[in-house]
């Protein structure tokens, strides 16, 4: 680990260097307090970083989890009479993390490391673009000037009867000159820093976007610090509490609130975390791994062990729930980083930062946080995704565009319930109408040749059956199974049934394959690729499947 220490050492800084400020803006953005997004990134550079296989993976608070953590805290944190209190909430949200981070080893044990591969790939991009698109829609207030840490996180249609977008209206009433003065100079900076002149500058791909941004609004607060129409409101402003300070050290940390144990809602917010943060992790390892320059290949159920191992860590004490994240990851290949001490070592720099220089990070405004996580909203739901997900087929794009709006304008869980829904009924719908083809239009006076799929399942019973029904008397049909390699024994028996009544309307069949043969092959061909063999052990699933 320690053969290319140069290497790692100098990606390790750089990583360091743009993860301090998303660490501290995730945090923002998912209403809990701000140090609990630094102990995430300790936590996700340190431990799970020991513990995982990746050699370019880096892991962290993430902001495709942003809008689960603040529905969630909310949700706990609000009494019968709609009153919430982050007190409450976030101790009770902390346990919700450990058993969350549980979870996620448990499924590593049941080699459960490639069900990310089983999830649409238009119901997660429609998950990630909506969650783009609420991240800024909710940063805009702290754009402003206006703070809402907690507003807004019960959905689009909030008890008080306002929901997002009124929410908005009320904040351009409510505008700090300052605030917005540094919003708009840091999406300058940030928007600069990803042309591609500047990409080209070694100088530029050392010192990152989001530090400028961050350094920036340090310096105008301090040039502003005593004139009061353009100096910050405290709660405009980061709140890291002060070792120094009484209670200081303690206060850092939050320890989670365990009597909600036996609740339900606990435990579906949990599961909701494992999933979600799980299938996060598994998309940006496949994603790392493919920029690998050597293609190896990171043990995906070793890295759900880190992680879940990381989010228990992180839970016990007070920080958010980590994923893999792939800004971070990428920034650490594109910087040199050539094993996993990089990821260990920006973990160890945010610490060091954090306990030696919380006085500077108390300096810095919510606004420039704001701005970053705008632009990070933005890559999300960039519009050449919709672009990318419309040419690709019309099937993709509506289930896409329905998880999208769904969340948007519901909640997260209820988007993503929607989306999964709409993904399955589209999946049903292709079965029912390709389970078969006509090698002649009926009626034409040649055979009707019936050629089945690759699989024919028992979903494609009802198709078969209409098919076979409006074949008129007289003629000559050939049912070829040939290339089929499973068919369910349910469609065996529509089959066997039409060609008994074939004979009372002069009908004559050929059927081309052995039904029986088909399907032994098909079994021989599973036993013997899932045989528990030195070099594949089956997992839980495919034991299940076997069985």
């Known amino acids: 680990m320690f053969k290319h220490f140069g290497n790692d050492l100098s990606a390790g800084l750089v990583v360091f260097l ?53 529905d969630a805290i909310f949700r706990l944190g609000t009494n019968a009479d709609g009153v919430f209190s982050l007190e409450k909430g976030y101790p009770l949200f902390l346990a919700a993390v450990v058993i969350a981070g549980a979870i996620q080893v448990a499924l590593a044990f049941a080699k459960s490391g490639i069900i990310g591969y089983y999830f649409p790939n238009s119901v997660i991009k429609g998950m990630l673009t909506a969650i783009g698109v609420i991240i800024i829609l909710k940063q805009i207030p702290h754009a402003f000037g206006h703070d809402v840490i907690a507003e807004g996180f019960d959905g689009f249609w909030q008890k008080d009867g306002e929901n997002t977008f009124t929410e908005l209206m009320i904040s351009f009433g409510d505008i700090n000159p300052s605030a917005l003065f540094v919003t708009l100079v840091s999406m300058g900076i940030l928007i600069l820093w990803e042309q591609k002149f500047m990409q080209k500058l070694k100088i530029f791909n050392i010192i990152q976007g989001p530090l400028v941004v961050v350094a920036g609004g340090i310096l105008f607060t301090r040039l ?30 939050t320890l989670p609130d365990w009597s909600m144990i036996l609740s339900s809602e606990l435990w579906v ?40 191992v990381g989010n228990m860590a992180s839970g ?38 954090v306990f030696i220089l919380p006085d500077i990070l108390n300096m810095i405004p919510l606004s420039s946080l704001a701005a970053i996580l705008i632009m990070v909203g933005y890559k ?90 409006v074949i008129p008397d007289g003629s000559q049909v050939i049912i070829d199974a040939t290339n089929t390699h499973y068919i369910h024994p349910d469609v065996i028996e529509i089959i066997e049934d039409f060609m008994i009544k074939a004979k009372q309307h002069d009908i004559e069949v050929e059927v081309k394959g052995d039904f029986d043969e088909v399907n032994k092959k098909h079994l021989d061909y599973f036993m013997k690729k899932i045989s528990n063999s030195d070099k594949h052990k089956p997992s839980y699933f495919e034991t299940v499947f076997r069985n």
């Open 18 to 70: 743009v993860a301090v400020p998303l660490c501290l803006g995730i945090a923002l953005a998912s209403g809990a307090p701000l140090f609990s997004g630094i102990i995430s990134g300790i936590i996700g550079g340190v431990l799970v970083g020991i513990i995982s296989g990746s050699k370019f993976g880096v892991s962290g608070p993430a902001a495709g989890l942003t809008v689960i953590v603040a």
């Open 224 to 253: 502003v610090l005593n004139i009061d129409s353009l100096s910050f409101e405290p709660d405009e402003m980061v709140g890291i509490p002060l070792i120094s300070e009484e209670g200081g050290f303690t206060a850092l940390f």
């Open 269 to 308: 917010i949990a599961f909701t975390i494992a999933i979600v943060a799980s299938l996060e992790t598994l998309l940006c390892v496949e994603a790392t791994d493919k920029m690998d320059p050597e293609k190896d290949v990171t043990p995906t159920n070793r890295e759900l062990i880190a992680q879940g």
């Open 316 to 353: 016990m004490i007070g920080g958010l729930p980590v994923t893999q994240v792939i800004v971070r990851s990428s920034a650490n290949i594109q910087s040199g980083g050539k094993t996993k001490l990089a990821a260990i070592i920006h973990g160890i720099f945010i610490a060091i930062s």
């Open 380 to 469: 999300l739901a960039k519009p050449s995704i919709f672009k990318e997900m419309f040419v690709k087929s019309s099937d993709q794009f509506l289930t896409f565009m329905i998880t999208f709006l769904s969340i948007v304008f519901t909640d997260l869980l209820m988007g993503i319930a929607i989306g999964l829904s709409f993904g399955f009924f589209m999946i049903l719908r292709k079965n029912f109408t390709t389970p078969f083809s006509f090698s002649e239009t009926l009626g034409g006076g040649k055979p009707i040749e019936i050629v089945l799929s690759d699989n024919v399942t028992f979903l494609n019973k009802a198709s078969i059956l209409q098919a076979l029904n």
